[in-house]
């Protein structure tokens, strides 16, 4: 079993930026992808970001391209989600999964994750 604990939400202003962070235990992190959704208020649970194991390939959703940045360090079992550039549509509460990755890595799809977090609420004012 892995456990995930996010931490580094927040209310932030439109324009600023948060670091959320995705601590795992309890198994071996290298072995898998992970990745960031989020759910706000009346919304389904989407995408944002995923990294493969080795941390080489990065995904994003369209709408936090050039704005978010994920990465991860093993070492730490640690991944982080650098969210820069905030803006109210932002708003949710964001969740780190993890996927055990044994071929294909399927960085967008909710379903293909085993274990996820609590979430960690954002709030962005405008």
């Known amino acids: 079993q892995v456990q995930l604990v996010e931490s580094g939400g927040g209310l932030v202003q439109a324009g600023g930026s948060l670091r959320l962070s995705c601590a795992a235990s309890?198994?071996?992190?290298?072995?898998?992808?992970m990745g960031w959704f989020r759910q706000a208020p009346g919304k389904e649970r989407e995408f944002v970001a995923g990294i493969y194991w080795s941390g080489r390939g990065t995904y994003y959703a369209d709408s936090v391209k050039g704005r978010f940045t994920i990465s991860r360090d093993n070492a730490k079992n640690t991944v982080y989600l650098q969210m820069n550039s905030l803006k109210p549509e932002d708003t949710a509460v964001y969740y780190c999964?993890?996927?055990?990755?044994?071929?294909?890595?399927?960085?967008?799809?909710?379903?293909?994750?085993?274990?996820w977090g609590q979430g960690t609420q954002v709030t962005v004012s405008s």
């Open positions: 309890g198994g071996t992190f290298g072995s898998y992808g």
């Open positions: 999964a993890a996927q055990y990755v044994s071929g294909v890595y399927y960085y967008a799809q909710a379903r293909k994750y085993d274990y």
